[in-house]
């Protein structure tokens, strides 16, 4: 997830980066009122012909961002939430799900209720405060993992967006009402990833079990604070409905889901997906928000969790990410460039390059900013999946040839060729905003 995240955070700098991966470019600033528990959809994506799954319909992350203030100012008074120690190699331990075929069953499966009593300690509450006023920013859940190497502090997993404002200061409230100050250890926007910390020892750890055991029907339970900590742990009942489902993430990065029909709401964001056996197989991270949809929430498997949050304890951020260090908008969005496509002929998943980020390599090519990129490698962009797909796979150093074409003053088209290789996500940087546009035709 995050090029601005170092293992040494400065809680006076902006943590939030969007530059790294290329993106849709669509990021709603929208902050409910109090007691709204559902955030206002993204703008809807062209429905993507490769997979033809509902997950093009609309997938919100379930930030849920109150609008509230605090009667009590004495929480800022505590030390700086951005504090992370770095180059810890405590690794998050998974477990062989007991109805696997490596473990014999022996007790068979819980009951619901064992269960809940088994995760509702390691399940947490994640506050967090915008800045040096009394606002919550945005609610969720964490779910405790482990402790550090030498048994100082207990690291807490939750969901990217939950944690990811500007100076945030973040408080961790467990089942017992108490309360505790929270550090950002490090965070991954595209997997939706994040990892705090509380000093101390003296929380859960739950237990953590590999997910490729599950198949569809299997029954899972979903434990979180759905509308913030005033519903805390909340407890709910569903199966699975889909193993490896392709989500978008709001970064514009595909990643492979369990779809389950547990309710989940705004709040749940970084909450526990749990098997039979009251162990964690997943973190909830969004679902599908429409009155014509129901039970179609969504989970980061844990086997990804564990890889995400390896990197993160022990970097900071995720090391050796292959990016081309552009953010994007498909064609088809612009009301002109999508004329454009349509009359010459051009691949229907063409992508506008909106910004190319400083350390890109695509800065030594002819490509500029309006340009649209058709093809990949002799490969026609009929979905922008095309494109992204080659390099998720890829590696640093790998080098792609982009067939781009050009829309001049008078509408006309022309097309070439660029060699550019693929660079370390951590190597590339936002350019400063400005208030003009780089688009020819601009989009609204």
Known sequence: MDENMNKDVNPQEETTSYNAQPTGGYYPNYTPPVNNYYQQPQPPKQPKKKKGCLIALVIVVLAFAFSVLVI??????SPSTQENPSGDDTKLDLLTPPNSEEQVTVDGPLSAKEVYKKVNDSS?????????????????TGVVMGYNSDNTATYIITCAHVINTKNPKIIVQTANDKQYDAYIVGMDEKTDIGVIRVNGTDLKPADFAESTALE??????????????????????????AIGRPVDSPVGYEVSCIQ???????GNSGGALVNQYGQVIGINSSKIASTEYEGMGFAVPSATVKEIVDELIKNGKVMN???????????????????????????????VIAEISNGSDLLNTEAQEGDMIIAVNGKN??????????????KVGDTLTLTIARVDGNYKVSKFDVTVKLVDETTVSEKETTNESTFPFPFE
């Open 216 to 241: 569809v029907g299997d029954t899972v339970y979903a434990i979180g604070n759905p509308g913030g900590t005033q519903f805390f742990g909340s407890f709910t009942n569903g199966m699975v409905s």
């Open 381 to 394: 962009l009929d979905s922008y999946d095309v494109l992204l797909e080659i390099i998720e796979q890829g």
């Open 260 to 266: 389950h029909t547990a309710a989940i709401n705004p």
């Open 72 to 77: 009590g100012y004495s929480i800022f008074s």
């Open 124 to 140: 947490v509450g994640v506050i967090v405060y915008s800045g040096n006023i009394a606002q919550v920013q945005s609610e969720g």
């Open 321 to 351: 990410r292959p990016v081309l260090g552009i953010e994007f908008s498909p064609a088809i969005n612009n009301q002109v460039y999508s004329i454009i496509v349509r009359a010459n002929d051009l691949p229907s998943g063409a992508i």
